[in-house]
C-alpha cells in the first residue's frame, strides 16, 4: 500500500536555528497537511495546502512557520528560527481531497529543540 | 480549545472481551468523525469513521456510535486482541470548512492477553 514518508525521523537543533522537514506525499494525492504532536498532548492541525498554496492554518501556523512543494513529489515544513516549545512530533498527511476522505499520515519526525 | 475530548486517558481490557473507548465532541457543526489508531513510533492509522446523518458503522470487530443529541461516539472493538493495544484518537471535521480533522487526546489501551 502506498504510504506518506517523512524524513528524518529525528531531529535535533539549537533554540534560533533553522529546521526544514521533508515528506512525500502519496503520488496521486492533492491535499497535503502538517500536525503536531506536544508530548503529552493532542495532535494540532497546523496546515492545510492544496494547489501550490496554502488553503488553511491554524495559529499555531505563524510567520516562523512555512510550507513548500519545491517540486512534484516533496512537501516540506520549514520552522525558520525555532523555539524551545517547538519540541514536537510533527506528521505530515496527504489524500486526494474528495469529501469525507481519511488522511494517511506519515510516522512523523521528532524534533528536538535544545 | 476541547472541542474533541477523550475524558479517559487509558483503559485496560483483557483479550476476547470488549473495548469500549469513548469521544465527546462540543461543536455541532460536526458532521463526519473518525477514529485513528497509532502505535509507538507511527503515525496515526485511518481506522473507522461514521458521517452525521448515521448513528452506527461497523467494519469487522470495530463498530462506531454515534449519538448526536448527546454530542457523542464510541467505539467498539469485539472481541479485543493484544495487537489492538494502542492509542486511539478520535478526530472530528466540519467539512463546510474543509479537511482539518480536530483530535481529541487520544486513549492508551491496553489488551492484556
Known amino acids: 500500500e502506498p504510504e506518506v514518508t517523512q524524513t528524518p525521523s529525528h531531529q535535533v537543533t539549537q533554540m534560533g536555528q533553522e529546521v526544514i522537514l521533508r515528506c512525500v506525499p502519496i503520488s496521486n494525492h492533492l491535499y497535503f497537511y502538517w500536525y503536531r504532536q506536544i508530548l503529552g498532548q493532542k495532535v494540532e492541525f497546523l496546515v492545510s495546502?492544496?494547489?501550490?498554496?496554502?488553503?488553511?492554518k491554524s495559529e499555531i501556523f505563524d510567520d516562523q512557520f512555512s510550507v513548500e512543494r519545491p517540486d512534484g513529489s516533496n512537501f516540506t515544513l520549514k520552522i525558520r528560527s525555532t523555539k524551545l516549545e517547538d519540541s514536537a512530533m510533527y506528521f505530515c498527511a496527504s489524500n486526494t481531497g474528495t469529501a469525507n476522505e481519511k488522511l494517511f499520515f506519515g510516522s512523523g519526525t521528532q524534533l528536538s529543540v535544545l | 480549545d476541547q472541542q474533541v475530548k477523550q475524558n479517559s486517558p487509558s483503559l485496560s481490557v483483557q483479550e476476547g472481551r470488549i473495548s469500549i473507548l469513548n469521544c465527546d465532541y462540543t461543536n455541532s457543526m460536526f458532521d463526519y468523525f473518525l477514529w485513528y489508531k497509532k502505535y509507538p513510533a507511527e503515525g496515526p492509522t485511518f481506522l473507522i469513521s461514521i458521517s452525521s446523518i448515521k448513528d452506527k458503522n461497523e467494519d469487522g470487530r470495530f463498530t462506531v456510535f454515534l449519538n448526536k443529541s448527546a454530542k457523542h461516539l464510541s467505539l467498539h472493538i469485539v472481541p479485543s486482541q493484544p495487537g489492538d493495544s494502542a492509542v486511539y484518537f478520535c478526530a472530528a471535521i466540519n467539512m463546510e470548512y474543509g479537511n482539518k480533522l480536530v483530535f481529541g487526546a487520544g486513549t492508551i489501551l491496553r489488551v492484556k492477553s
Open positions: 495546502f492544496y494547489n501550490n498554496e496554502i488553503s488553511e
